[in-house]
């Protein structure tokens, strides 16, 4: 038996590869009668291909929880999701505006604070924000961006069209699972590469690189670039290793740093101390300096802030690039590009209730079970409230948080969001929600990843896409098509 595309039932919501009428989109056409073309023993097989290669290239992400870390085998599904390259490049050229004004907006927030002085957005939501770090003040990093790296999480409701979900700014992970979930594909799915339609991904790390040594306060023909981690315990340590590796950079914990008195960082290596121009820092902003932020730090490296502040090495992404991910300031997005870029955004936001506003407030209060609640600074899908899927007591609690700290939440309508079809237990496929983060790479030029990580909910029904929560992932194609 092979795949019987007419049980497919995607329900009320826009699917990625099957539309309403049960027929493959235009994008998806080939791999879905490639797909037809196999046995449910061959897709068997094919999934259990897949479920070794992992092993075998030892993708993996950790999940915290009450009995320890647990290592885990990254959740893959093989049927990849399809997207036109002509919707692509309307929502690259979306992705690469929100990016230049909100980079202009952080430079702004640390100087001049004239968006605040033009009542573009209140001055306490920057005084309350937990990741405005006064100690940024007066620092303008190289080219005024402070957010080199960014992930943008997107979905798309019934109309097909993308919405911003969320800005990730700080330090945002997933692009190493991009990368591998199509060298896991290739070797699946071999047959449809054959030919030039599916765009490329694999030139992230050249471009991460390129980027990174732009930064380098030395202008030299190989400036010492080093990736900075927390360490093995990490969620996202399979990460840090393996972009250190692509890049041929040093992946170093804090304490194989030093700053010394000329504000300089150096590396501990065997041969001594090498300077030190570049650091991608995967560790939040709390953990950098001990001088300065965390006391009780072991993560970082003592007089760091001195040493890009004295402007003897670079920071990617910058201290405080942050106060900008706050899901309160996201909902003043909108007026931030029309303000710095005097354009009307090309990607709209999910409308959002601030709670801080009295009448929000209230109508968030009164529709708890059809709203999803989030607070203002958390990430990984943690702290949330999906009002359809909670229970009375559940939401009373969340009642009683917003009462006590209206500032530090905002709901949003429960998205229809997108579904695709996935391969579950039976081996027969399944629509699952699903989400996607393109990465974001600035500096002097935009570089944006040719589609990006899609993380799906691999629970019937669920909403909730992020690893940590039980999500998976798959494969993402930008199907080369001619634009009108």
């Keep these: 038996m092979s795949i019987e595309w007419s049980k497919y039932v995607p329900g009320n919501f826009y699917d990625e590869l099957i539309d309403g009428d049960i027929k493959p989109r235009p994008t998806a056409k080939k791999l879905v009668e490639?797909?037809?073309s196999l046995s449910t023993e061959e897709l068997k097989r094919r999934k259990q291909l897949a479920e070794a290669t992992i092993q075998e290239m030892g993708v993996s992400f950790t999940v915290y929880s009450d009995e320890g870390n647990i290592d885990r085998a990254w959740p893959f599904d093989i049927i990849p999701r399809t997207i036109s390259s002509c919707q692509w490049a309307k929502t690259e050229a979306g992705l690469k505006q929100r990016l230049t004004a909100l980079n202009m907006f952080i430079n702004d927030l640390y100087n001049d604070q004239q968006?605040?002085?033009?009542?573009?957005?209140?001055?306490?939501?920057?005084?309350?924000s937990s990741n405005f770090r006064p100690e940024c003040v007066g620092m303008t990093p190289p080219y005024g961006v402070w957010a080199n790296i960014c992930g943008t999480d997107l979905v798309r409701d019934q109309d097909g069209e993308f919405y911003v979900l969320e800005d990730n700014l700080r330090v945002p992970s997933g692009v190493s699972y991009m990368i591998e979930n199509r060298e896991i594909t290739k070797r699946v799915l071999p047959e449809l590469f054959e030919n030039d339609s599916i765009l490329p991904v694999d030139g992230y790390p050249a471009a991460l690189f390129d980027m990174l040594k732009s930064l380098s306060p030395r202008k030299l023909k190989q400036p010492e670039i080093v990736v900075l981690t927390p360490g093995i315990f990490n969620s996202a340590y399979f990460e840090h290793s393996f972009l250190a590796q692509q890049m041929g950079a040093e992946l170093v914990e804090g304490n194989d740093l030093v700053v010394l008195e000329d504000d300089c960082v150096y590396m501990k290596t065997i041969s001594g101390l090498e300077r030190v121009d570049?650091?991608?820092?995967r560790i939040d902003d709390a953990f950098l300096d001990p001088e300065v932020f965390r006391k009780d730090s072991m993560l970082g490296v003592p007089g760091l802030m001195r040493a890009w502040k004295a402007g003897n090495v670079a920071l990617a992404n910058a201290p405080g690039a942050g106060v900008a991910d706050d899901k309160v300031v996201y909902a003043y997005v909108p007026d931030i590009i029309r303000y710095y870029l005097n354009e009307e955004p090309l990607l709209p936001n999910v409308e959002t209730y601030l709670c801080d506003d009295p009448e929000q407030r209230a109508y968030v209060l009164d529709n708890l079970d059809k709203l999803v609640v989030k607070p203002a600074n958390e990430s990984g899908g943690y702290g949330m409230l999906v009002g359809p899927h909670s229970t009375k007591k559940d939401q009373a609690k969340f009642a009683e948080l917003i009462k006590a700290n209206p500032?530090?939440?905002?709901a949003q309508p429960t998205l229809s969001l997108s579904t695709a079809p996935a391969l579950v237990g039976s081996g027969v496929p399944e629509p699952r929600h699903l989400d996607l983060r393109p990465f974001i790479l600035q500096a002097k030029e935009t570089y944006v990843t040719?589609?990006?990580l899609t993380r799906v909910a691999m629970k019937k029904g669920s909403l909730v896409v992020n690893s940590s929560q039980g999500?998976?992932?798959?494969?993402?194609?930008?199907?080369e098509e001619e634009c009108l």
Excluded: F, H, M
Excluded at 407 to 410: A, E, F, L, P, T
């Design 34 to 36: 490639y797909l037809q």
């Design 471 to 479: 999500g998976g992932s798959k494969d993402t194609w930008i199907v």
């Design 407 to 410: 500032r530090n939440y905002i």
């Design 450 to 452: 040719t589609g990006g």
């Design 115 to 128: 968006v605040i002085k033009d009542g573009i957005i209140p001055e306490a939501i920057i005084k309350e």
């Design 278 to 281: 570049v650091i991608y820092r």
